[in-house]
């Protein structure tokens, strides 16, 4: 009787502590997570532990224990399997399948990456966010004492600006206990380019956060609603509406048991209700910029750049081997966020062969081959011209200014605050700019190519307009090569200029037809961007 009493508390045992492990650690029940393994090999251990106790089996006498024997020979098994796995999801035996993970494509500069009006420029790095953010919330007396700014600040576009997001936590325990039943009430919103700092406040409170404890913590949330599921890096985001949400990227598993993570499927959590949604990483909604992290796609496009050609070449010879420089940035460009580095050689010279994009959503990558300065050199080429001031450079924002590929740097005091700005050219990065506002910044970066003989495009000012009315005259005229039909419109003594190649439709109408037209003005003709009718 008391062998059996003696098995059940054992069991009993076993049980309670896996629960106490499983609520704290929180481990995937997923034969890809190194967790789960090293909570089995756990479990044998306890199990057999217990095992030896209760069939009082004496250290000498293990190997002639059946039971024993069968215990080592399952955690040597798990162990091997272990070990033979992660062997066999390392680049050293993988190194092909690794370089395939992510698909990298040619990229056009001038046409991919558009200017940015001043307004849109992103002027502050995660570092200064976090200083006017802490100051916005010292300024409120009304939380302050119970709350703090989470470190957090995920860069994301909202309602197609760039701002920084991060929520409020609780400043400690007793704080979380005293204010658990409202939840968190506000987030800290950011926006990157007017630099304007706001405290948003919620109808109601978040519930679910990471500064939450027990099962309202979101992690353990996630955890119990998606047992199997490895997710990777969280961050905070809001909708269109201002609505906080968690985006719980799920990972995927493509070599062997632990190796070439990338992200399947993307968990939404409604921080204030808990809800959640579960979608296909190529589901998800559009609002959505961080699907991955830019820890995880920098790793990718380095197996892509370093195993070119096998694992032992990345290694001695090195031939063709690329790699992401020190340090990134975020664009956005058509409303998703897109992870900025540059591309150098593994040998580590000090320039650049190009730059990549890689998009934070959808993964889409895209290398541009523009050889230049290194995002270092062109920090301290930015620093030398402030030297007696001694301002330190945040690391660049790439820009497109006038089809030249520059470096855009925020230049910081010791306190942490932007105090200049700094351009500098990507392929002569002797050329550098210095400015207290970023118009003057630009007006001198532009003075400076004019003056060493760097060819600018000029920048397209005009407004789109539209014009409604009968064609009154039309005429055909050739230009360089192109077919180019001229109207004129009724009430109106403008001609406007619309290209066949881009508008074959016009061939179709005759005087006497209504037409719609936005164009901009030129000096001859205004230039048609759209036309639309009824020809007869």
Not at 272 to 299: C, F, H, N
């Amino acid at each position: 009787m008391k062998k059996v009493k003696g098995k059940i508390l054992g069991v009993i045992g076993v049980l309670a502590v896996f629960g106490i492990y499983y609520y704290a650690a929180l481990p995937a029940f997923n034969i890809h997570s190194m967790e789960f393994w090293i909570l089995l090999i756990v479990l044998l251990v306890l199990a057999a532990g217990i095992y030896g106790k209760i069939a009082k089996v004496k250290p000498d006498k293990i190997r002639k224990s059946k039971g024993m024997r069968i215990f080592l020979s399952l955690i040597l098994i798990v162990i091997g399997i272990w070990a033979v796995g992660a062997l066999l999801s390392s680049p050293i035996v993988n190194a092909g399948k690794y370089q395939k993970l992510m698909t990298v494509e040619n990229g056009e500069f001038s046409k991919d990456i558009e200017e940015l009006s001043f307004d849109q420029i992103p002027l502050l790095d995660k570092d200064s966010a976090e200083i006017l953010g802490n100051r916005k919330m010292g300024s409120m007396v009304d939380m302050v004492s119970q709350f703090e700014v989470d470190e957090l600040y995920s860069q994301i576009n909202y309602q197609d600006r760039p701002v920084r997001v991060s929520p409020l936590k609780y400043a400690d325990l007793i704080k979380w206990f005293t204010n658990r039943k409202e939840g968190i009430p506000a987030y800290i919103k950011i926006d990157m380019a007017t630099q304007n700092t706001e405290l948003v406040k919620l109808k109601e409170g978040m519930k679910y956060t990471t500064s939450d404890h027990f099962n309202r913590n979101i992690y353990r949330h996630l955890r119990f609603a998606y047992p199997t599921y490895i997710f990777n890096e969280l961050s905070f985001e809001v909708d269109e509406e201002g609505v906080p949400y968690w985006i719980c990227p799920v990972r995927k598993y493509n070599i062997g048991l632990f190796g070439g993570a990338t992200v399947e499927r993307v968990v939404l959590c409604n921080a204030i209700t808990g809800e959640m949604e579960d979608y296909k990483i190529e589901d998800v909604p559009q609002w959505i910029d961080r699907a991955y992290s830019a820890d995880l796609l920098i790793s990718l496009y380095d197996y892509y750049g370093t195993l070119k050609h096998g694992f032992l070449n990345s290694v001695l010879g090195q031939k063709d081997c690329l790699e992401t420089t020190d340090g990134y940035n975020y664009l956005a460009v058509d409303d998703d966020v897109w992870v900025y580095t540059g591309v150098t050689s593994i040998t580590g010279d000090q320039s650049n062969v190009g730059f990549v994009l890689m998009n934070q959503r959808t993964m889409e990558t895209k290398f541009y081959e523009i050889e230049g300065a290194t995002e270092t050199s062109a920090m301290s080429s930015a620093e030398g011209q402030v030297q007696n001031l001694k301002y330190s450079a945040t690391f660049p924002l790439l820009l497109n200014l006038s089809g030249e590929p520059t470096y855009f740097i925020a230049l910081k005091d010791a306190a942490g605050l932007v105090k200049k700005y700094a351009m500098v050219n990507v392929q002569k990065y002797q050329i550098v700019a210095i400015g207290d506002t970023v118009s003057e910044c630009e007006e001198s970066y532009t003075n400076l190519m004019d003056k060493n003989g760097i060819k600018t495009e000029a920048k397209d000012t005009r407004t789109v307009e539209s014009i409604k009315g009968k064609i009154t005259k039309i005429a055909q005229g050739v230009v360089d090569g192109n077919s180019h039909y001229y109207l004129m419109l009724e009430g109106s003594d403008e001609i406007f200029d619309v290209s066949v190649v881009d508008f074959i439709d016009i061939i179709r109408y005759n005087v006497g037809d209504e037409v719609t037209v936005e164009y901009k003005e030129g000096e001859k003709a205004n230039t048609v961007l759209s036309l639309t009718g009824d020809p007869k």
